[in-house]
Nanobody, 125 residues
Framework: QVQLVESGGGSVQPGESLRLSCAAS????????MGWFRQAPGKEREFVAA???????DYGDTVKGRFTVSRDNAKNTINLQMNSLEPEDTAVYFC???????????????????WGQGTEVTVSS
């Protein structure tokens, strides 16, 4: 049974940075695409970023150039570095993983088999 646990959420001011982490347990996910989604109050879930087994990445249009996803296979962990945060980035951020191996990063948008509980990010002045 795969479990994903997010950490690193919090409250920051516009323009500041935050780093989220997602630790996987249950089995190694080094061959699987992992990534992030977010959901703001009253809005649909939105794709944020994904990284696959050979470190190919995919980003949502609203975060390109500001967010960077990375992975540490030795720790079975992925990270999301969020820079130049805006109030519109306020949301609950969820870690997700695809159950199939050796998939492209774009696959995560349509096939997320494992989910974390989420970590809240608030950007406000």
């Amino acid at each position: 049974q795969v479990q994903l646990v997010e950490s690193g959420g919090g409250s920051v001011q516009p323009g500041e940075s935050l780093r989220l982490s997602c630790a996987a347990s249950g089995r190694a996910l080094s061959d699987n695409t992992m990534g992030w989604f977010r959901q703001a109050p009253g809005k649909e879930r939105e794709f944020v970023a994904a990284i696959n087994y050979i470190n190919k990445v995919d980003y949502g249009d609203t975060v390109k150039g500001r967010f960077t996803v990375s992975r540490d296979n030795a720790k079975n962990t992925i990270n999301l570095q969020m820079n130049s945060l805006e109030p519109e980035d306020t949301a609950v951020y969820f870690c997700a993983a695809n159950g199939e191996r050796f998939e492209p990063p774009t696959r995560l948008k349509n096939a997320s088999d494992y989910w974390g509980q989420g970590t809240e990010v608030t950007v406000s002045s």
